[in-house]
């Protein structure tokens, strides 16, 4: 059972930069995701980092996020720059037992409590 602990959210203007960070607590060669969800929206896929350090972004966030891992931190970091009130949501770390990267939240079976962030224009 892995637990993930997210930290890092706050209330920014538009253009600042936030990074979120996930911790685990055990090792893991889980792919990894940042999922996020607005009010009055489903969950969205964000970014996945997998095992070996590969990546996937949702169009929404090429450009702008960048997620990483420190594997002897057992961390998962969501550098978020050039914020928009569109990323205003809670986000979500999560984990999920296999080798590929994925987008799809149902794939995921650990997910972390979420951290607010509130972009204001």
């Known amino acids: 059972q892995v637990q993930l602990v997210e930290s890092g959210g706050g209330s920014v203007q538009a253009g600042a930069s936030l990074r979120l960070s996930c911790a685990a607590s055990t090792p893991s060669s889980d792919t990894m995701g940042w999922f996020r969800q607005a009010p009055g929206k489903e969950r969205e896929f964000v970014a996945g980092i997998s095992w070996s350090g590969g990546s996937l972004y949702a169009d929404s966030a090429k450009g702008r996020f960048t997620i990483s891992r420190d594997s002897a931190k057992n961390t998962v970091y969501l550098q978020m720059n050039t914020l928009k009130p569109e990323d205003t949501a809670v986000y979500y770390c999560?984990?999920?037992?296999?080798?590929?990267?994925?987008?799809?939240?149902?794939?995921?079976?650990?997910w972390g409590q979420g951290t607010q962030v509130t972009v204001s224009s």
């Open positions: 999560a984990a999920r037992a296999g080798l590929f990267l994925s987008s799809d939240r149902n794939e995921y079976g650990f």
